[in-house]
T-cell receptor, first 112, second 114 residues
């Protein structure tokens, strides 16, 4: 079992819809959680960070964290074709000196 | 805003050769991380440096070494290259002060070993 789990997809949503991406993690002591967007052959781009339970909104993006359920999610409102990419969930685990542990990513396809 | 700079962007080497990858972090960032991403895989942590000292080590082969210099740039040295070393190598940087641990990635170096 991977330390950070994501559904690999592809997740297909129509343009203008809400895309919901999910991630679970195994280390209950994890404190920091991130969502990165990665286009094919490009580097991961940080789009959201979240450290405490609840919701955090930034533009069309909302990250949700539930530490009791060891679950973090990303909602993308008004999805655009340019949002089509792989979304990587990343966690900083307890005692790991801030290295990121990634999930395998969810591929999102926004269709016209 | 200034970003992480990596060089070279592409590198082709033969088996058993050596390679050196360079990373220039975002100005004022004090921590550098190296990640390796194989085709269809998620990035895997290799090694990190904080204030020029190694701070953590991941699944980095003994054939690889790295260091951070006084100007905070970092170099990843790879020797006795194998076909399986072909991958994207990313450098990321962060600022360790405060409660944020956000890491910003450079564009990567695509290493091809033939």
């Amino acid at each position: 079992q991977k330390e950070v789990e994501q559904n690999s997809g592809p997740l297909s949503v129509p343009e203008g819809a809400i895309a919901s991406l999910n991630c679970t993690y195994s280390d209950r002591g994890s404190q920091s959680f991130f969502w990165y967007r990665q286009y094919s052959g490009k580097s991961p781009e940080l789009i959201m960070s979240i450290y405490s339970n609840g919701d955090k909104e930034d533009g069309r993006f909302t990250a949700q964290l539930n530490k009791a359920s060891q679950y973090v999610s990303l909602l993308i409102r008004d999805s655009q074709p340019s949002d089509s990419a792989t979304y990587l969930c990343a966690v900083i685990r307890t005692g790991t000196a801030s290295k990121l542990t990634f999930g395998t990513g969810t591929r999102l396809q926004v269709t016209l | 805003a200034a970003g992480v700079i990596q060089s070279p962007r592409h590198l082709i080497k033969e088996k058993r050769e050596t390679a050196t990858l360079k990373c220039y972090p975002i100005p004022r960032h004090d921590t550098v991380y190296w990640y390796q991403q194989g085709p269809g895989q998620d990035p895997q942590f290799l090694i990190s440096f904080y204030e020029k000292m190694q701070s953590d080590k991941g699944s980095i082969p003994d054939r690889f070494s790295a260091q951070q210099f006084s100007d905070y740039h970092s170099e990843l040295n790879m020797s006795s290259l194998e076909l399986g070393d072909s991958a994207l190598y990313f450098c990321a940087s962060s600022l360790s002060t405060g409660s944020s641990y956000e890491q910003y990635f450079g564009p990567g170096t695509r290493l091809t070993v033939t």
